[in-house]
Each structure stands twice: as structure tokens, then as C-alpha cells.
């Protein structure tokens, strides 16, 4: 798929996201967007149709559909000997996975990974027409349906952006709590998070190691940092 030649090359910056979507779909091509950076990502689109989206490592479906509990890991290395666009989706299918569960999880995975892409960047695009990916949802979603969520979230972003503006911010757990705090209590979700902030890992970084995705983990940083729990760090 990655080896076909590209027939759409350019920038991010040149060309956002949305524009190359427009440009592929209206004129009614299918095939895979790969983008080519920090943040490498594969967006499998057809006209009016949105198949799948994944940013990050090829290790992020796995943590999506493994890790979250949607599939087995004996299901996974089944799955994943599949090649055809959408083999992987009817191999789970076919070991049991539920079908329904399947494709909420890679919707809202596909959206989140939208959001990731919505922002402002300089990294090479090539649109390879006719290639797919084995776990691309032959029926798809709509795309504006999923590009307009994906737009929410950038502004539930914006919510945040005041204290943490960028993934490279540096958020450490706060030496003491504010005066006149009473008891705390916290989620074991939360505890986890806190032990991540060692005063020198960013954000990029503490996604990585909690495997979340950046817009939640921020969100949680964000009402940590309000409660008076951790502080973000001058650079």
C-alpha cells in the first residue's frame, strides 16, 4: 500500500487537512492519505465516506482494540495476518468479535485521530488512489459527520490551551496543596497520571507512557493543575 506511487503530494501547511479531503473526494477518488512527520498517520476516505483514521505507531490500533478490551490478543494475531482492505475487520468479526463494539471503537478512534490532524502543521501529505488498510471499514462513516466532532474537540482544546498550550508543556506535581486545602481525594485513574509527573516529562511524553490520547490526558492535566494537585513548569 505505502510502496504504490502517490498521484497528491504537498504540504499541511500549503494544503490543510480538510483541503485535501475536499480535493480527493470531490473529485470522487478513494484511497489513503499518508502523512509523513512527528505524527505519521494513514486516513482511508472515499467520496462522502471516512474508512478509518490512525495516528501515531502502527502499535496504536493494537492499544485501541487490545489494550481497551474490544479484542483478544489471540483475535489480534488473527486479525492482523490479514492484508485485504478491511481483512482485519472481518477476521475479528469472524472469531467473535462483536460487530457493533468494533466499529464504535474505530469511529472514535478514526475522530480522535482527525482532531489530531486538524492542526496547524508542515508535514508532508502523499494520496495514494485506490489503496486501503485491512482494518478500514468497508461502509465507512460519513466525513462531515466526522470532521464536525472532530472540530468540537479542537475546541474543547481551546478550553485548555490557556494552561497547557502544546504537548511540550511541563506539568509536575504540585510540592504542597494551595493553603487552607481540606482532604483530597482522587481516582486511581488520577494517581496513576500524577506518578507520571516527574517535573520533566511534557505532555507528548506523558501520553506516551500512559498510552491515553493527547485531548483526554490534557483535559485531566488541566483539572489537576486547577485543583491545585500539579503545576505547570516554566521551560
Known amino acids: 500500500m505505502s510502496d504504490a506511487p502517490a498521484d497528491l503530494r504537498g ?9 485535501v479531503l475536499g480535493l480527493v473526494t470531490d473529485a470522487g477518488r478513494s484511497g489513503v492519505l499518508h502523512v509523513d512527520g512527528p505524527l505519521p498517520a494513514i486516513v482511508v476516505v472515499g467520496p462522502g465516506r471516512m474508512h478509518l483514521a490512525t495516528t501515531g505507531p502502527p502499535t496504536t490500533l493494537h492499544r ?26 472481518a477476521a475479528l468479526v469472524d472469531r467473535g468479535v462483536d ?46 459527520e466526522c470532521l464536525g466532532e472532530a472540530d468540537e474537540l479542537v475546541t474543547r482544546w481551546r478550553g485548555i490551551a490557556a494552561v497547557i498550550p502544546s504537548t511540550d508543556t511541563v506539568v509536575a506535581r504540585a510540592p504542597r496543596l494551595p493553603a487552607g486545602s481540606g482532604p483530597v481525594t482522587i481516582t486511581p485513574e488520577e494517581w496513576e497520571l500524577l506518578g507520571t509527573l516527574d517535573g520533566r516529562r511534557d505532555v507528548a511524553e506523558v ?23 500539579a503545576e505547570v513548569l516554566e521551560r
Open 64 to 89: 485501541v482494540l487490545v489494550d481497551a478490551g474490544v479484542v483478544s490478543p489471540e483475535q489480534w494475531d488473527h486479525a492482523v495476518a490479514a492484508e485485504d482492505a478491511g481483512g482485519a475487520v
Open 11 to 19: 504540504s499541511l501547511e500549503d494544503l490543510p487537512l480538510r483541503a
Open 99 to 144: 460487530p457493533d463494539t468494533l466499529r464504535h471503537a474505530l469511529r472514535d478512534h478514526t475522530v480522535s485521530s482527525l482532531f489530531e490532524l486538524l492542526f496547524p502543521s508542515a508535514d508532508p501529505f502523499r494520496f495514494v488512489s485506490g489503496a486501503s488498510h485491512p482494518f478500514a471499514l468497508a461502509d465507512g462513516f460519513d466525513l462531515e
Open 207 to 229: 501520553v506516551a507512557v500512559t498510552g491515553g490520547r493527547a485531548l483526554e490526558v490534557s483535559e485531566a492535566l488541566h483539572d489537576l493543575v486547577g485543583r491545585g494537585l
